[in-house]
């Protein structure tokens, strides 16, 4: 099991298998994907979680983190938080954030996020602001 830098178009299948499978495919393909860190886990030599990070100012947004239906559960996702969160220290971040869906709330805060209570709904999905600060 290892975390690699990847490139953008090597999220989209699971953010469209995990996040949106009833979107077109261009859905998930973010206009801001060339700038952003793309980071991909991989369990023998398999993608099977994906988490996308973009720095501006003192802080980074994560978005589209996702992991694959079958391996859910394992404590993947929280690795790739946890190295996001240990760059955005090595990169002297302030703030780290996030749009999670309300639903996985409690993932986020396990972690040490806040929610701001920030809520607002997009493509039927109600999500919440959710941060750390560094």
């Not at 701001?116 to 941060?131: H, L, R, V």
């Amino acid at each position: 099991m290892k975390i690699k830098t990847i490139l953008a178009s090597e999220t989209w299948q699971i953010r469209h298998e995990v996040m949106w499978p009833d979107q077109p495919f261009e859905f998930v393909q973010l206009e801001e994907d060339a700038l952003g860190l793309h980071f991909g886990f991989f369990v023998q030599d398999k993608l099977v979680s994906i988490v996308s990070c973009f720095i501006s100012d003192d802080g980074m947004q994560f978005r589209k983190l996702a992991t694959l239906e079958e391996c859910q559960g394992k404590g993947i996702g929280s690795e790739l938080v946890k190295y996001i969160l240990q760059l955005a220290k090595e990169k002297k971040l302030k703030k780290v954030w996030c749009n999670a869906r309300v639903n996985k709330k409690a993932f986020y805060e396990k972690l040490g996020m806040q929610d701001t209570g920030q809520i607002f709904t997009k493509a039927g999905q109600e999500f919440t602001i959710m941060e750390v600060l560094i």
